[in-house]
């Protein structure tokens, strides 16, 4: 399966076009078209794209997928019917509106933190609140919302968990009632440093008594100092302090890590517990170094290096690392879970009782709905038992 982005039909692009017409060039694939309605105008959406394809790439087309409708299906098939005699292209499928909980592509589509007109700034956004499991049984885990926040899906799987709440606070929110903290990554650490001391959120993160886990960006946030802030900040600034949770410090430079990463797990600090690997990527400027004991107020007594590969750090109650992808891991989620729960002195609800993976319930939404048979794709197994 080969994913586009955006429109296959943006003619002004299609020169250099490598997401949509040059992938299904060169992998010499069929395409189905997918349709969103929930935005209006799908069949005209449906019919403008086909004119406006390249004829090469027209050629591919087996079918098309109407998504996110919201009622009757049966009220579609007159357009249905016409739209495939006006093309020759079948409609092989009407998918309703659902949300399986596959992650979302970018930032654009957190909850919207933004109060009504007039209403006096950010509000709270709160993931994971429709599992079932009561306000006053579940946990919470503030996610500060940074301005450049970055890999924000490293909370999804957290925000899936029965019982848990991934709330997105403004930096101006107090945390009375979070049992746990997680920073997130950042597109520019330093800028959202400022932003954080701006609001005082730095000063609140200190006085927190519960487990604090900074990914990346947040794990660089968490240290002594950021040197070099003016590679990767605006402004001339060699050196800024950091919050002071981790014996840490950073140093940027133009040089860019990305790879995939599969590491052990110690499991300590937040992630107490913890076994096994873990796997993700990192994707990220700057080298992260350890203080000696002089530097880190005596805290290398409960300081383990290495908890997710040696670019991690954690405390008695902070864990940073630069492994994005860290919460896919069942150990690693289960402990800090755990470790979130013990500390807001509440049961866990039963695990088992969790719904399936967002990719079954997609998997199992797609084969209830959509016929790839008719596209001359072959068939898809139908929903798990």
Avoid: M
Wanted: net charge negative; glycine share 14%; hydrophobic share 40%.
């Amino acid at each position: 399966v080969a994913e586009g982005a955006g429109s296959v039909a943006e003619i002004n692009l299609h020169d250099r076009d490598l997401a949509n017409v040059e992938c299904a060039r060169f992998a010499d694939a069929d395409v189905l078209i997918a349709v969103d309605i929930e935005r209006g105008g799908a069949f005209a959406s449906l019919y403008g794209t086909l004119e406006l394809l390249p004829d090469d790439l027209r050629e591919r087309v087996c079918g098309a997928v109407i998504t996110k409708f919201r009622g009757d299906p049966d009220l579609l098939e007159p357009g249905i019917a016409e739209i495939e005699e006006r093309t020759g292209v079948p409609v092989v499928g009407v998918v309703p509106h659902d949300d399986p909980g596959l992650p979302a592509e970018d930032s654009l589509s957190l909850p919207d933190a933004s109060a009504t007109e007039g209403g006096g700034g950010e509000t709270e956004a709160v993931l994971g609140d429709d599992d079932g499991v009561p306000d006053e049984a579940s946990v919470r885990i503030g996610v500060p919302r940074l301005p450049r926040i970055s890999n924000f899906t490293d909370l999804e799987p957290l925000a899936r968990e029965p019982g848990v709440r991934v709330a997105y606070l403004p930096l101006d929110a107090a945390l009375d009632g979070v049992d746990a903290v997680v920073l997130p990554g950042s597109k520019n650490t330093v800028d959202d440093l400022l932003a954080l001391r701006e609001a005082g959120f730095d000063e609140r993160l200190r006085a927190f008594g519960g487990p604090v886990v900074g990914v990346c960006g947040g794990y660089q946030l968490l240290g002594e100092r950021l040197l070099g802030a003016d590679v990767e900040g605006v402004g001339d600034r060699e050196a800024v302090p950091g919050v002071g949770l981790l014996p840490i410090e950073t140093e940027f430079s133009t040089e860019k890590r990305v790879e995939r990463v599969t590491c052990a797990v110690d499991g300590v600090g937040p992630i107490a517990g913890a076994a096994g690997r873990a796997a993700g990527y990192e994707i990220r400027a700057g080298r992260t170094r350890l203080l000696d004991g002089d530097d880190d107020d005596g805290r290398e007594t409960s300081l383990a290096v290495g908890p997710l590969g040696a670019e991690s750090v954690a405390t008695d109650r902070v864990l940073g690392t630069y492994l994005h992808g860290l919460f896919e891991s069942e150990s690693v989620r289960d402990a800090f879970v755990e470790t979130a729960f013990a500390g807001a002195g509440r049961t866990r609800p039963d695990a088992a009782a969790a719904d399936r993976s967002p990719y079954e319930r997609a998997a199992d939404l797609v084969a209830a709905h959509v016929d790839l048979t008719a596209a001359g794709l072959g068939g898809l197994a139908g929903p798990a038992e």
